[in-house]
């Protein structure tokens, strides 16, 4: 009697332990299933480390950005004015602290090579950098230099702050009529902390210097 009864404990111990899964190659396949998913979740958080929101990695504090239609073949000109009265623009493409980073001259030696295969881009855009910070008046001019469609051009003008974080402090748009036609886009002042100040868009002449 007593032997059954061990017997009987020892088998019910068994299926407990069967149950309750300590069974050591069940335990071993545990223990691999929990390091691959480790592994994966680490493999995660390298791939896409988690960076300092809105942190844009650029050598310039502000960049200006121009933009009309695209495939056009009208030319648009950029001209910055700083602080100390330095313009930047086609032919003078860096000062002490802008520098014109693209000029666009619509379609004309627009090309790009994607795939092999050389094809026109269509992306009309102009793009100036503030690399450094000057405090003072900064002037935004746009000058239609010369057209092919002989009419009026709808042209964006946005201001963005690109350091510590990216912010947009201007948007607009500047319609200019026909060739020559030469208008203040936005002016404004960089205060010496860094932030902007006095946006108008007052005229000013810089392309009759």
Do not use: C
């Amino acid at each position: 009697m007593t032997i059954q009864l061990n017997g009987s404990s020892a088998a019910a111990a068994y299926r407990t332990k069967r149950l309750t899964g300590s069974d050591p190659f069940t335990d071993l396949l545990f223990n691999v299933l929990l390091g691959f998913i480790l592994l994966f979740f680490i493999s995660i958080i390298f791939l896409n480390p988690e960076a300092d929101a809105g942190k844009i990695d650029i050598e310039a504090e502000y960049v200006i950005t121009v933009t009309w239609e695209d495939y056009s073949a009208d030319d648009i000109d950029t001209w910055v004015e700083d602080p100390e009265g330095q313009v930047a623009f086609y032919k003078k493409r860096e000062t002490d602290i802008l520098h014109l980073d693209r000029d666009d001259r619509g379609m004309l030696n627009d090309r790009i090579v994607v795939e092999g295969k050389e094809i026109d881009n269509p992306l009309n855009q102009e793009v100036l950098a503030l690399r450094g910070m000057m405090p003072g008046e900064y002037t935004v001019n746009l000058h239609y230099y010369d057209t092919e469609s002989y009419k009026a051009v709808p042209v964006a003008v946005k201001v963005a702050r690109v350091n510590p974080v990216y912010e947009v402090v201007y948007y607009g748009t500047t319609t200019l009529e026909e060739k020559g036609t030469e208008k203040t886009a936005v002016r404004f002042t960089v205060l010496p902390d860094g932030s902007i100040d006095n946006v108008n868009r007052l005229p000013k002449s810089l392309v009759a210097r």
